[in-house]
């Protein structure tokens, strides 16, 4: 018999870990296969909330943000490809980080619809994957479409500003819980794991909550 597990994601799409972790939670998942019943729920984190609509350059962005030299900077991007790879995540040449509201309030109605994961992974590979402008509402329609979601309500959701509220009241949540980078793994709203680990300690770590030894 299954064991029911909730498991709350709280991430940002601007952040290439939490496309790691989130593949490597899928895999740990799939190798527990039947004994677990997991129930994804993904929530907004945002990295840069003032970044411009027109987005930065990386090589800026993370200069400034962490004192971090362009050799520095395409060390950690080669290892975070390689993290991928082994956790069958793609990453793509990707040169400017961009604004991710409005794509978290694209997530929160997506919820709603039931394809919030889908769409999720979605935006993560156009952003990491392809190097797209998840700012830009042709893009976040774009992924909408391609997890089959409706499009015109998707446009709608977008145009009217639609769960700004829902989006940042998620975000203080989270943040008065002590959340403070991501991505960042509840599980059963008890057992906290953070960071973008392998699929091997995901598992390890499921095993001994469903088991009671947590």
Not at 4 to 12: G, H, K, N, R, W
Not at 24 to 51: C, W, Y
Not at 120 to 127: D, E, G, Q, W
Not at 163 to 192: C, H, M, N, T
Request: proline fraction near 4%; charge should be negative; glycine fraction near 8%.
């Amino acid at each position: 018999m299954s064991r029911t597990l909730e498991i709350d994601f709280v991430s940002d799409i601007a952040c290439p870990w939490c496309a790691v972790g989130l593949s490597s939670l899928q895999r740990a998942l799939e190798r527990l296969g039947d004994t677990v019943d997991a129930r994804i729920t993904l929530h907004p984190f945002e990295l840069n909330p003032d970044m411009s609509p027109q987005g930065e350059r990386i090589v800026d962005y993370l200069g400034r943000k962490y004192g971090r030299t362009p050799e520095q900077i395409a060390e950690t991007q080669a290892t975070i490809r390689e993290r991928g790879a082994r956790e069958g995540f793609a990453f793509g040449e990707r040169n400017w980080v961009y604004n991710t509201f409005d794509a978290h309030r694209l997530l929160h109605w997506a919820r709603i619809e039931g394809k919030q994961l889908p769409l999720k992974l979605a935006l993560l590979r156009a952003y990491h994957g392809e190097g797209k402008d998840t700012s830009d509402p042709d893009v976040l329609i774009d992924a909408a479409r391609s997890v089959g979601l409706d499009v015109a309500e998707a446009r709608t959701v977008l145009e009217s500003g639609a769960y700004a509220d829902e989006v940042r009241a998620e975000e203080r949540e989270f943040q008065q819980l002590g959340i403070q980078s991501v991505p960042a793994i509840i599980f059963d709203r008890k057992y906290l794991v953070s960071g973008g680990q392998p699929s091997e300690a995901f598992e390890e770590a499921i095993r001994k909550i469903i088991g009671g030894n947590a």
